[in-house]
Nanobody, 120 residues
Framework: VQLQASGGGLVQPGGSLRLSCVAT????????MGWYRQAPGKQRELVAV???????DYADSVKGRFTISRDNAKNMVSLQMNSLKPEDTAVYYC???????????????WGQGTQVTVSS
């Protein structure tokens, strides 16, 4: 299983970006999919997660500004980020709990990270 993230970049404060992440491989099903971020000198933190039933959780710092969504047919998770702030600057990582054919249970896989920089 591989997760490929895209959509990062440089944006001014108040701007928007959309991140996407696609999971590929011999996937039977995906439970939760989410986005984490890690700023320089800080620990990786959860940004948002979406479960197979559609429930969503967000970090308090992004509530009302970020929206997570998923396309189950494409094994894809997206993060729409609006009203971006300089403190949102970080490397963003997607992850997914995946069940593959021929295996039991779910394993968590990570994407390679995409840089988001919010600066004027």
């Amino acid at each position: 299983v591989q997760l490929q993230a895209s959509g990062g970049g440089l944006v001014q404060p108040g701007g928007s970006l959309r991140l996407s992440c696609v999971a590929t491989g011999i996937i039977r099903s995906i439970n939760h999919m989410g986005w984490y971020r890690q700023a320089p000198g800080k620990q990786r933190e959860l940004v948002a997660v979406i479960y197979s039933g559609g429930n969503r959780d967000y970090a308090d710092s992004v509530k009302g500004r970020f929206t997570i969504s998923r396309d189950n047919a494409k094994n894809m998770v997206s993060l729409q980020m609006n009203s971006l702030k300089p403190e949102d600057t970080a490397v963003y990582y997607c992850n997914a709990a995946v069940s593959i054919y021929g295996s039991i249970g779910y394993n968590v896989y990570w994407g390679q990270g995409t840089q988001v920089t919010v600066s004027s």
